[in-house]
């Protein structure tokens, strides 16, 4: 099986979708790899690094098409807004392709293609899946730098200091969802000894937000129906977030710096924090709002850019775990590598329609489009609120306080194994 690695078209995309360790693995498992010229150069990684490990370099991204049996991206299709006709006839397609971004006549391109397509937005929330969840690994980075973003933007130290000159209170941060991303911007806040609160609309992940040393903020709201069976948060009405608005205003005008994490796959996020809330901060507070992507949870935000609020600077990024290129790939290599082991037996291609990751991430197939699954109500089946939109808030916590763990100067500028 031949394994191409093009150039990512999206605008500020730095990531590649495999790494030369990752490469080199699947050429030791018989798979043949063609990379095209400059693809890891956003990342740090050069071509003469994928030449060592025995990848073929492509003079140009059209080469890597026309080469590739299976093809592997981090941003593709609807997530980039990139012509479907660059796949050739039978050729598998595998990467974050924004499946509720493609449009009808895309997705038909790819049916008549015969191309098979795989969006890994749409990895299910089982174990088995954990080691392929791209989104997951994603929002682990994500809220890492939304913490550093915003203790680097902040006028104030994030941890107390006692000095001969007086004692410097800890900043006070607030983390508005308890999933992936949210815990990992709680580990990294508490980490560099900021005082951390959080809130989550599901109440039993409170043990693993006091586990990492934030406090829990509990608001005196319905919450029964606040989680699926799988534990992730559902979106709630109107009602409901207005309410939890009214009995946010306080807290957020007490922290000088709110990390807001709650997004909806496919839809508009929830708006959380108001205008009126900011407004009880303290001038040059920071609000990093992870959602931004989906319209922001904060009433201010615009995706991809600083704005000032009455003296409030708010953060709308899109792609923070772009600037984090390097680590960003390799778990993203990872990921991508679990999953195409997934796919072959024997050293080639078996897609078993059979098997719940496949039917779940796969778009278009045998001549097929194949809608994101719509649950009972007709509602789609991903539609759930959380932080990261995948993972499991129980496996975020451990590498969350794995993190914490990591003693400065010992294995904190350790490689991510391959």
């Given amino acids: 099986m031949k394994i191409g690695v093009p150039n990512e078209l999206a605008e500020g995309e730095t990531r590649v979708a495999l790494t030369p360790p ?47 049996d299976v ?58 899946a954990q080691s392929m969840d791209a989104l997951s690994s994603m929002a682990s980075l994500g809220g890492y730098k939304a913490a550093v973003m915003a203790a680097d933007e902040l006028p104030k130290l994030f941890p107390m200091q006692m000095t001969a000159a007086g004692t410097v209170q800890p900043a006070d941060v607030f983390v508005v969802g308890a999933g992936v991303a949210g815990l990992q911007a709680i580990a990294t806040a508490e980490r560099m000894g900021a ?59 007490d922290s000088d710096v709110v990390i807001t994490t709650a997004a909806v796959p496919g839809g508009e996020a929830p708006e959380l924090v108001t205008n009126e809330m900011i407004d009880g901060m303290d001038p040059g507070s920071v609000v990093v709002d992870l959602a931004a992507e989906g319209g922001g949870n904060c009433e201010p935000t615009v995706a991809d850019e600083v704005v000032e609020y009455e003296g409030v600077t708010v953060f709308g990024p899109t792609n923070l775990p772009a600037t984090l290129a390097h680590t960003a790939s390799q778990l993203y290599a990872n990921n991508v590598a679990n999953f195409l082991e997934m ?76």
């Fill in 195 to 253: 005082s951390c609160r959080a809130y989550d609309i599901r109440p039993e992940v409170k043990e693993e937000v006091e586990s990492l040393g934030a406090d829990f903020v509990e608001l005196d709201l319905e919450t029964d129906d606040a989680s699926d069976e799988e534990g992730h948060a559902r979106e709630q009405d109107e009602e409901f977030y207005r309410k939890q608005r009214e009995m946010m205003v306080e807290v957020v005008g």
């Fill in 71 to 128: 093809v592997v991206q981090v941003q593709g299709l609807g997530a980039a807004d990139e012509d479907p006709e660059q796949y050739r006839e039978g050729q598998v397609v595998v990467g974050l392709l924004g499946p509720y971004a493609t449009s009808e006549a895309a997705s038909e391109t790819l049916a008549e293609r015969d191309v098979s397509a795989f969006a890994l937005e749409l990895i299910p929330r089982i174990s088995r």
């Fill in 22 to 68: 990752v490469a080199g693995e699947l050429i030791d498992d018989g798979h043949e790899v063609v990379v095209a010229a400059g693809a890891g150069e956003g990342s740090d990684w050069s071509d003469e690094q994928y030449r060592e490990v025995g990848c073929a370099i492509a003079d140009d991204r059209s080469a890597v098409f026309e080469q590739a």
């Fill in 343 to 418: 796919l072959v037996e024997d050293g080639e291609l078996a897609i078993d329609l059979e098997d719940e990751i496949v039917d779940a991430t796969l778009l278009v197939h045998d001549g097929t489009v194949r809608n994101p699954h719509v649950d009972e109500e007709g509602e789609d089946a991903d539609d759930a609120e959380d932080d990261d939109t995948t993972g499991s808030t129980e496996d975020a916590s451990e590498e969350a306080a794995e993190a914490d763990e990591t003693a400065p100067g010992d294995d904190a500028d350790e490689e991510v194994d391959a």
